[in-house]
């Protein structure tokens, strides 16, 4: 890099050193014969000649290594031209006169210096020809007497050479930066190619008028003409349609317009185009561009088409508020909506209520009749429901045939009973169901915030309580949530006293239900559920007690005890089978939750790998930060995490970006719908299942009960099932049989 630079320099050198060898024999002229002088210019002649012919044939070694020969030609040219200038101080200064003697160490000074500043490709020469010209020079001022100006002239060949090195080494990293900067755009450059050859993503690029330039293939296509036709046009009229004239765009435009006025950067900028009349979504990036001035240059960037994954994230967010069945806002709605009337009754000092709905016989339609109908029944209950409702009431579903509705202001007191009277006899009327008369009533549980319940769980387990009261007289009945109200709670206060002694009187044990392969139905894994046989209770279901143990936080030691149990458990099966075990948000918000799990192992001599947690959407609206860091310490070993009942209750969207689980598990809800042919459905399992894959993970499909259901997940694309069909919950020694079977039937 240093000697490809002296081809540039050698004619200039060669030039200075020629006009002063004529200047100099011009003051010596009748001072020193003119053979010497001849000679002396032709031998100077002859060596710089022969050097700018050698520097020129260094123009190519910036392509390969030079060899110790070639420096040793380049050295030799300073050390001749150094002997003859020395020469020169040494024969013709005494020969003059004492001004042209000064005249003669000015010439040398300057070519000194000279070669400093200018040759500093070959600093090495430099160093050669001062030291022998000012070797050559102190002689001469020796010889003269001259002893001060001798000593002069001894330390400015010294700084002479240590400036020719310092300015040597600071071009030589000069140019070394010159050649990382120009290997750093080639390589920029050969990316960006690859880039747009291998992604879907393509290259954007504006002049200061932000009219574009530079079009690509890609982005000429997203543009839906060709390279030629945008090429030199605004890039906000290509995209912005009809509104270009009436200057009516959307407010993301606007923001994009911004950004290019004041010449800012931005970063995966959401904006809403139209190409050829269709509303598309694009993702923008750019970043300003400056000339070697500093001056402003335009706009580069990269931009990409995201209209499929934006729709797909709206239907998601929409899933994940609403229910699916009836269209209605879901639970995390309606806490969100009983929120915001707390707060606005207790600002305003006013009113808010909240009434649970539940539908009376409603069970025993669905045993008769299977739950297709008994669905088809929930879709005209939230149809006749939502046809109540006005601007200050929501509705919604809170699951199964449970429903609540939020009354905004309850101000009047007549506004409960009215309301719970009008719900009462509008779905106490008879039901068209596939040529079905049905006849369900309602029970309705109110509760008044605040007087009831300042925080919104306060406020729905107080309804919830009237609710029961309104079941247990009968049903078809309101009842308002009393103090006085202890019946029910005071069952389950008896339940709660024989759950805190359950554990040590070992009246739980496990059951566990299939999960098979949806391709071989081959057992994958089982889900461990807890069953509770009671010594004065008897069977309790896991839908009564599993609930009550969360609100008293038992299922902290119960859930570490299914934990351990079920990894004993299935340490005695085969290797390839996992284990899931539910955990609950209670259990994630312990501290010590990563240990229960390190325990569990270690005692059982289960690997990691075959265990899998399993948890619901609920534990996003607790405390989310230290459930995640639970979950991604468990995974750290090497166990994996599931989502159980997407979509059912709370948005988790954001979740599945930042937590990486591996499988997703669709509810029964979803997968009932589809076996129905409900659209909506089988919309929500196909975007689920590619989302999945999307994100590297596997799906589950829950509650499938034949084997028409079983076939028609498969051909959605989950990879496990879970269901009855394929298995009702078993013992371990139910599950081990089942093992053995599968081992006979594979050897058959």
Known sequence: MQYSALAGLTFVKSYAHALF?????????????MVALALWMAALAA????????????????HRKITVRDFNRQTLTPALSGLLWAGAVLGFGPMGTPGDFGALLYILAILITAGMFFNTAAPFGVVVFAVIVGTGTALALALEGEFVTMIVSIVFAIVSIVGAVETGRRFLAARLAETAIAEKEEVVSLLLREFEENEADWLWEVDTAR?????SPRFAFALGASQAAVTGRPLLELVSGAGWGEERYPESLHELADKLKNRENFSNLLVEVTIHGEKRWWELSGTPLRDERGRFDGFRGVGSDVTEQRESSEKIAYLARFDTLTQLP?????TEALGDALRYAEKWRSSCALLMVDLDRFKAVNDSLGHMTGDKLLAQVSARLQALMDQDLLVGRLGGDEFAIVIRDASDRERVPAVARRVIETLSEPYQVEQHTLYVGASVGSAIGPRDGRTVEELMRNADLALYQAKDIGGGEHCRFEPVLHASAEERRQLEVSLRKALGLEEFLLHYQPVVDARSERVVSFEALVRWHSSEHGFVSPGKFIPLAEDTRLIVPIGKWVLRKACM?????????????NVSPEQLLEPDFHQDVVDALAASGLRPERLEVEVTESIFLRDASVARNALEQVMALGCSVALDDFGTGYSSLGYLRKLRFSTIKVDRSFVQGAAQGN??????INAVVAMAKSLDMTTTAEGVE?????????????????????????????????FRTQRRRLSA
Request: with cysteine.
């Open 47 to 62: 060596v710089h000649v022969r050097g700018a012919k050698f520097d020129r044939s260094l123009g190519e070694v910036g």
């Open 706 to 738: 034949n084997g028409e259901e079983a076939a028609l997940i498969r051909n959605l694309g989950c990879d496990k099932i879970q269901g009855f069909y394929f298995g009702r919950p078993m013992s371990n020694e139910e599950a081990r049989r089942l």
């Open 330 to 334: 879901n639970r995390l709605q309606l």
């Open 679 to 684: 659209n909506e459905s089988l919309a929500i």
């Open 211 to 215: 009219r574009l330039r530079s079009v």
């Open 569 to 581: 458990e299935a340490r005695e099966w085969p290797e390839e089978v996992k284990v899931n075990v």
């Open 21 to 33: 060898a004529v200047l100099v024999a011009t003051i010596y002229r009748d001072a020193v014969p």
